[in-house]
């Protein structure tokens, strides 16, 4: 499948395959990490969160890795569909009542 | 359950003139954020409650920018008088109280000022 080693704005995969999309974070310190999807004209929609004290969270056809050493996120998307396309946002956040920061965004584009 | 609503959902105005904007978050949920999103960026949080409190309001622009959640449930976002640079899309999110909730987030009202 199509990946990303460091943070690129684009991203276009064919139908059926794997993305992953990868995300720098910044505050060594952040313990609660989130994916979120974002349509065009939508608000950002959550897909999965992961804490800090595992590196590997699955969801349907998602997965989330977390890598603290390198302070590095990333999401695994299996199988990936058209309705896929949007784009996809990271976020961070330190500790409870503390805000949560949004990373750059990834585009994904997926033909058929 | 029902999503965090927001209105308008569009909304013109001239430079100089006042705006609003309404959210309902979803049930229950204590939290309550506003968050500003620039065409092509991420979302920047504008302030955050915890019900009724403003507890996080250090990136509003307090000089034109005000809010308020009375009652702890909807809020309001106001801007007077509004500046060419205002235009953006303005999301609310709402989130249980807790230190690992996610937030969710509205649709957005798509600002343009002229």
């Known amino acids: 499948g199509e990946s990303v080693g460091l943070h690129l704005p684009t991203l276009s995969v064919q139908e059926g395959d794997n993305s992953i999309i990868n995300c720098a974070y910044s505050n060594s310190a952040s313990d609660y990490f989130i994916w979120y999807k974002q349509e065009s004209g939508k608000g950002p929609q959550f897909i999965i969160d992961?804490?800090?004290?595992?590196d590997k969270r699955q969801g349907q056809r998602v997965t989330v890795l977390l890598n603290k050493t390198v302070k590095h996120l990333s999401l695994q998307i299996a199988a990936t569909q058209p309705g896929d396309s949007a784009v996809y946002f990271c976020a961070e956040k330190e500790e409870a009542g503390t805000a949560l920061i949004f990373g750059k965004g990834t585009t994904l584009s997926v033909s058929s | 359950e029902a999503g965090v609503v927001q209105s308008p959902r569009y909304k013109i105005i001239e430079k100089k003139q006042p705006v609003a904007f309404w959210c309902n978050p979803i049930s229950g949920h204590n939290t309550l954020y506003w968050y500003l999103q620039n065409l092509g960026q991420g979302p920047e949080l504008l302030i955050r409650y915890e019900n009724e409190e403003a507890v996080d309001d250090s990136q509003l622009p307090k000089d034109r920018f005000s809010a308020e959640r009375l009652k702890g449930v909807d809020s309001t976002l106001k801007i007077q008088p509004a500046e060419l640079g205002d235009s953006a899309v303005y999301l609310c999110?709402?989130?249980?109280?807790?230190?690992?909730?996610?937030?969710?987030f509205g649709n957005g009202t798509r600002l343009t000022v002229t």
């Open positions: 999110a709402s989130s249980r109280q807790g230190r690992n909730s996610p937030l969710h």
């Open positions: 992961i804490r800090s004290n595992m």
